[in-house]
């Protein structure tokens, strides 16, 4: 039987990491990287008899990753972080993927279910969300940013596992809507980015994603959408920053979530002369939102 | 605060999709459960592969989620419930079972009972008539006793017949590890008999309570009756030359 490692990144992971742990206590070793935990992190890592390592905390935990990738024994690699886990058939199916997968296949890519503010998170960027998670020891390398996939190392097939058959991570985002935020504006400002990306492409994904939030039945699912559309205007400003303000700043950059979200369908305001003063200005605007929106849904249709 | 000296209790649910009948069965179990005064008690719902996971949402009363991503065998789902929780005695709901608010605590009464290892109760249709009285074994195999019955035309003291349903059991720990739990053999249905039968060959009784009936709408897991007809070969392979046919068919 082909052994595998699961590697773990722990940073006052109390919460959640007994039930990880509890979840892939069948691999054959679990090595966990604490990065300064205060809290019983390193007590129940140890009571589970896994491998503590330690090191300083950092912002990128991707990036973070490459120093450890080379501990574990095993011929296979199982990444977890510490708010996942894993169903309790997993193993068989994980195991049985290994044991037949073709030579040239370095990693598989594991469906992911995401569960934030007590539902689940199934919007088209959230599900199958799929991650490299479970690759040949050696064989893939972090980038410095977050949450961005890791490439192989030396070539080779990164395999896609057919949400339907495959087994999955379960995500549990046990945080209140403001702890969200907060996390999300700190990926934000922490975060690499690429040399000369457009604002209109921030500001593309903020509208597909408030458009995406309009579907939604569910508050929570609403909420999390409308913080990152958000996200993406943050984002776009930060980039602009770090990469030298090339462009000067559209005056209506970010007023395109606001009028997404304000859909005339949605309304039975009548026409106010009072409202002649701003009108002129917005309605420009909103033009300027449409055509973009028209942009966003043509390219939508073609792909479909 | 008193602290209970019984045997604390595991109440597990299995249970695929269905959210809605999901909630009024936990609902129910919660009300039973609050009646339960002398055990700890705690409340597993066995995921067994639901497209929508349950992990999404808040459940009543419920202190674990147990997750299969792959659709699993009704005995796979107890037996790896029961392993979580080693010295917890098990009470094992339906999805679509609505406990009468004193039936549990009636089961566990009969459950401390010298000698009586299994435990399962008389079970009504939505229309009133009985859904199960106990299991008896016809010519063609195990059948519900008095299945579309009134249960008023029949005595409300507890009865010993030679099975009960899964659908709503109460099982002394001390069984379920003598046996090695359930046989995950069958594919879904009558593991709960072959599992009765299996703990009166080593002595232990089983009981049928019958004065808080509980509510069992049956079967509605999709695909459900299809897999009963490949266990229903399995168990008479194996207990048709050993348990001989000893009621009419109509029960």
């Known amino acids: 039987m082909t052994a595998i490692t699961a590697l773990i990144h722990t940073h006052n992971s109390e919460k959640s990491i007994s039930r990880l742990l509890e979840s892939i206590s069948w691999a054959d070793e679990i090595i966990v990287v604490d990065m300064e935990s205060t809290d019983s992190t390193t007590k129940i890592v140890l009571d589970r008899d896994a491998i503590l390592h330690s090191t300083p905390l950092q912002p990128w935990n991707d990036g973070l990753r490459n120093s450890f990738l080379g501990l574990p024994t095993s011929p296979w690699t199982l990444v977890m972080d510490s708010d996942e886990y894993l169903a309790v058939d997993a193993e068989q199916s994980i195991r049985q993927l290994i044991a037949h997968a073709p030579p040239d296949v370095i990693a598989y890519a594991l469906p992911r279910y995401n569960y934030v503010l007590e539902t689940l998170f199934d919007g088209e960027v959230s599900y199958p969300d799929h991650q490299i998670r479970l690759f040949r020891t050696g064989s893939v390398t972090y980038s410095a940013q977050h949450h961005n996939p890791p490439k192989p190392t030396d070539g080779g097939i990164v395999a896609n596992l057919d949400p339907a058959e495959a087994p999955h991570i379960h995500h549990c985002q046990d945080v209140s809507l403001t702890d969200y935020i907060r996390r999300q504006t700190n990926y934000a400002a922490t975060d690499t980015y690429g040399e000369n990306v457009p604002l209109s492409a921030f500001q593309e994904e903020a509208i597909r994603r408030m458009l995406n939030a309009k579907e939604r039945t569910s508050d929570s699912e609403k909420a999390m959408l409308i913080v990152l559309a958000w996200d993406a205007i943050i984002r776009g400003l930060i980039s602009w920053e770090k990469n030298g303000r090339t462009e000067s700043l559209p005056s209506d950059y970010g007023w395109a979530v606001g009028f997404v979200v304000e859909s005339p369908a949605d309304t039975t305001r009548t026409p106010d002369r009072t409202l002649k003063s701003w009108a002129s200005p917005a309605l420009r605007i909103i033009a300027k939102v449409t055509r973009q929106l028209s942009r966003i849904l043509s390219r939508s249709n073609e792909t479909e | ?251």
């Open chain 2, 1 to 251: 605060m008193v602290t209970s000296t019984k045997t604390p209790l595991l109440a597990i649910v299995p249970s695929r999709d269905l959210h809605g009948l999901l909630r009024a069965c936990l609902d129910s179990l919660a009300t039973a459960l609050q009646n339960v005064e002398d055990r700890d008690t705690v409340v597993c719902v066995v995921d067994n592969a639901s497209e929508r996971p349950y992990e999404a949402d808040h459940w009543n009363g419920v202190g674990r989620i147990v997750r299969f991503d792959h659709h699993q065998s009704f005995s796979e789902c107890v037996n790896r419930a029961a392993q979580l929780f080693p010295s917890h005695d098990l009470l094992l709901v339906n999805n679509d079972c609505f406990v009468s608010p004193l039936g549990a605590a009636q089961m566990l009464a009969a459950l401390d009972m010298d000698g009586v290892g299994i435990v399962g109760s008389r079970l009504l249709f939505p229309d009133g008539t009985m859904q199960h009285d106990g299991v008896g074994v016809g010519s063609n195999g195990p059948l519900h006793l008095r299945r579309g019955q009134q249960p008023g035309l029949y005595p409300l003291s507890s009865t010993y017949p030679i099975a009960v349903t899964g659908a709503l059991m109460a099982i002394r720990r001390q069984v379920f590890d003598d046996l090695n739990g359930f046989d995950t053999y069958y594919p879904f249905g009558l593991e709960d008999i072959d599992f009765c039968h299996r703990a009166r060959q080593k002595g232990w009784h089983v009981a049928c309570t019958h004065k808080y009936p509980s509510l069992h709408l049956e079967a509605t897991t999709p695909g459900r009756i299809e897999m009963d007809i490949e266990s229903r070969a399995l168990y008479m392979e194996r207990w048709a030359h050993k348990i001989p046919p000893s009621v009419r068919n109509n029960g």
